[in-house]
């Protein structure tokens, strides 16, 4: 059974960080993608960034660009989301989400097949 388990959100100042954390389990696939998406009620949930476990490229939203970084820990089977400089607009209840691998990049939450159970994430001013 494929699980996917994140941690780390909570409450920050503008310009302040966290890092997200997502662990994985019971994929064996070498190569798939692993995204982190965000809600805000009565908007559509977003792609915040996408990485390709086994081998590492990255994909970003314009909006995050330079401020947040997504990463693997294959020991860990675990896949990070730094986040820098964070904004109010970065508000939101983040989620991790596990698809199969494609040579281009997956970028709708329905093509995603497995999902945590999300974290709140809230940037006040």
């Known amino acids: 059974e494929k699980k996917l388990v994140e941690s780390g959100g909570g409450s920050v100042q503008a310009g302040g960080s966290l890092r997200l954390s997502c662990a994985v389990s019971g994929y064996t696939d070498r190569r798939y993608l692993m995204g982190w998406f965000r809600q805000t009620p009565g908007k559509e949930r977003e792609g915040v960034s996408i990485?390709?476990?086994?081998?590492?490229?990255?994909y970003y939203a314009d909006s995050v660009k330079g401020r947040f970084t997504i990463s693997q820990d294959d020991a860990k089977n675990t896949v990070y989301l730094q986040m820098n400089s964070l904004k109010p607009e970065d508000t939101g209840m983040y989620y991790c989400?596990?698809?199969?691998?494609?040579?281009?990049?997956?970028?709708?939450?329905?093509?995603?097949?497995?999902w945590g159970q999300g974290t709140q994430v809230t940037v006040s001013t």
């Open positions: 990485i390709t476990v086994g081998i590492g490229s990255t």
């Open positions: 989400a596990a698809t199969s691998w494609r040579l281009t990049w997956k970028l709708r939450p329905n093509e995603y097949n497995y």
